[in-house]
Nanobody
Framework: QVQLVESGGGSVQAGGSLRLSCAAS????????MGWFRQTPGKEREVVTI???????SYAEPVTGRFTVSRDNAKNTLYLQMNSLKPEDTAMYYC????????????????????WGQGTQVTVSL
């Protein structure tokens, strides 16, 4: 049984940083794409960043240059380093993974991800 467990969310002032973690169990870490998504109440879930199984990454325009995704294959953990946070980054952040697709980008539909975490809240205040 695959489980994705996010952690690291919290409240921070604008300009600050947070690092999110997504610990994966039961998932063959290099088997497919993984990524981070976010959602605020009343809005559709949006992609933040995607990493393919070979380590290639892509980012949504609003976070490019501020967020960095990385993966520690030995620890089966995906990270999201978020710097220069803005109030508009406030959202529930979700980790997602697929074992069906190995090469993905931010343009890939979210429906390809068959595993999702429960989310971790990030709140950025002025």
């Amino acid at each position: 049984q695959v489980q994705l467990v996010e952690s690291g969310g919290g409240s921070v002032q604008a300009g600050g940083s947070l690092r999110l973690s997504c610990a994966a169990s039961g998932y063959k870490f290099r088997s497919g794409c993984m990524g981070w998504f976010r959602q605020t109440p009343g809005k559709e879930r949006e992609v933040v960043t995607i990493t393919s199984k070979d380590g290639r990454t892509s980012y949504a325009e609003p976070v490019t240059g501020r967020f960095t995704v990385s993966r520690d294959n030995a620890k089966n953990t995906l990270y999201l380093q978020m710097n220069s946070l803005k109030p508009e980054d406030t959202a529930m952040y979700y980790c997602a993974a697929t074992d069906q697709f190995g090469y993905c980008g931010v343009q890939s539909p979210s429906s390809i991800y068959n595993y999702w975490g429960q989310g971790t809240q990030v709140t950025v205040s002025l």
